[in-house]
């Protein structure tokens, strides 16, 4: 009988703790499916699900601004009107319309991988805004973007969820201009006062180890201006 209790104690255990197999030479590893992931880590870190297009109307919520700051968030940029800019994993195009005011020589990929979410900036295109927002349908490791173009890629609430994100973290190295730079937004995983589940956050030492390891470069970590998020930024050297 304690034999038998042995066993079921054991199946428990397995069953509770996710599998945490040995990461393979580019830092992924699989591991226990959970609620929220997607049943892979990178770098120690779980990927998150990504957010279906059916999510929208979350990113378009009037109380965003008030919850978000993201009134504060393009002003810390520092854009030029001339700037080629990526909004990648651009969704419904929160950001890429309000970026297009501000850069209004250059131009803003609205990137996403997402038709939905494409289908949505193109509407708001139709209705006459943003006349250089271009929409772009990006691959799951490649943003599918113009090489050495790039002044800046704005990733917010994204780069937590790209299955693959040592091929992304190539990809738009290589799309960027020297001297080019990527702002990464994330809820901060140092935080337990954010209200948003620890797989969808992002601690800045994490942040900053997967970014070294696709040759970029960290610039500054500004973890106050917004109430939730990190704002990351990185260069191409
Ligand atoms: C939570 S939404 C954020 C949207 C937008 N950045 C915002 O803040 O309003 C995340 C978006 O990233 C997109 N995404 C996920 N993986 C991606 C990838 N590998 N490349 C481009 N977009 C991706 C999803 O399709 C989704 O639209």
């Excluded at 992931?37 to 990113?59: D, F, N, P, T």
């Excluded at 209705?127 to 929409?135: L, R, T, Y």
Aim: net charge neutral; charged share 25%.
């Amino acid at each position: 009988m304690r034999a038998f209790f042995k066993v079921i104690l054991a199946a428990a255990v397995l069953l509770a703790v996710p599998l945490h197999a040995a990461e393979d030479k580019n830092g992924y590893a699989n591991t226990g499916l959970t609620l929220d992931g997607i049943g892979k880590s990178y770098m120690g870190r779980e990927i998150a699900q990504v957010m279906g297009y059916q999510g929208a109307e979350w990113l378009e919520r009037p109380e965003r601004q008030r919850e978000e700051g993201t009134d504060k968030l393009l002003p810390l940029l520092g854009l030029k009107p001339t700037d080629i800019v990526a909004d990648i994993g651009a969704g419904s195009g929160y950001f890429s319309f309000r970026m297009a005011k501000l850069v209004p020589q250059g131009k803003v990929y609205a990137q996403d991988i997402q038709e939905e979410m494409l289908a949505l900036v193109q509407q708001k295109k139709g209705k006459g805004e943003g006349p250089n927002v271009i929409p772009t349908l990006g691959g799951i490791n490649d943003p599918r973007l113009p090489a050495n173009a790039i002044d800046l890629i704005l990733l917010v609430d994204v780069y937590h969820e790209f299955s693959m994100p040592r091929e992304m973290g190539f990809a738009m190295a290589k799309a960027l201009k020297t001297g080019g730079r990527i702002a990464l937004v994330e809820y901060r995983g140092e935080d337990d006062s954010v209200p948003i589940k620890d797989v969808h956050k992002m601690t800045e030492e994490q942040a900053r180890k997967e970014m070294a390891a696709v040759g970029l470069r960290w610039v500054s970590t500004d973890s106050k201006s917004l109430p939730w998020q990190h704002v990351m930024i990185f260069e191409k050297c």
